[in-house]
């Protein structure tokens, strides 16, 4: 039989061993938990790895609507990366064309299914996606029926890399005396 005060002192031992396992499991835990923190951010950091949403079937469509949703399709990639000029960014939160492709947004708005269309096609004739969106840009801002940027077209242009000077001028900094912008006003005439 263990005497008393022998069976205490290894109780004690035991407690000892435990809460210093325990120490090291939380501290392993807790480097686990830091690297996963660095590479979600790693992933936010690159564009690249970011899954793309999903543009819905061009073949539920037909037509011009059809088209439009097949070119988004088609250049997914490049669309996440230009800006709707139909109004969209304020009236659906929209932040890129792509969004107006996963969802039913696409289907009776003109400028979001001719900018869909132009991107791809210049995208297979090899151009560059600073090609595209300068293109875009000056081809559709005029259409845009907002008075000011909106906080989605401002980071749209911080994101480019060359931003043309027709729309440079008509957002420019002075340009925040201009009325505000009508929410009544809808994009496509929804
Ligand atoms: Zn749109």
């Not at 791809?120 to 875009?136: E, V």
């Not at 340009?175 to 809808?186: I, T």
């Amino acid at each position: 039989m263990i005497p008393s005060h022998t069976k205490h002192h290894l109780d004690l031992n035991f407690y000892v061993k435990a809460v210093l396992l325990l120490t090291v499991i939380f501290a392993l835990n807790a480097n686990r938990a830091l690297a996963t923190v660095k590479e979600n951010k790693q992933i936010a950091g690159s564009q690249s790895t970011k899954p793309l949403k999903k543009v819905i079937d061009p073949e539920k469509f037909s037509g011009q609507i059809a088209a439009g949703y097949k070119a988004a399709q088609d250049a997914a990639n490049i669309c996440s990366k230009l800006f709707c000029y139909c109004g969209c960014d304020l009236t659906d939160e929209h932040l890129s064309l792509l969004d107006c492709f996963t969802s039913m947004h696409g289907v009776d708005c003109a400028i979001c299914q001719e900018e869909a269309i132009i991107a791809r096609d210049l995208n297979k004739q090899g151009k560059s996606l600073a090609f595209i969106q300068q293109t875009i840009d000056e081809h559709f801002s005029s259409q845009y029926p907002w008075d000011e940027a909106s906080p989605a077209l401002e980071q749209y242009f911080r994101s480019i890399k060359v931003q043309s000077k027709k729309v440079r001028t008509k957002y420019s900094a002075n340009n925040s005396n201009s009325k505000k912008m009508d929410s009544k006003r809808h994009c496509c005439g929804h």
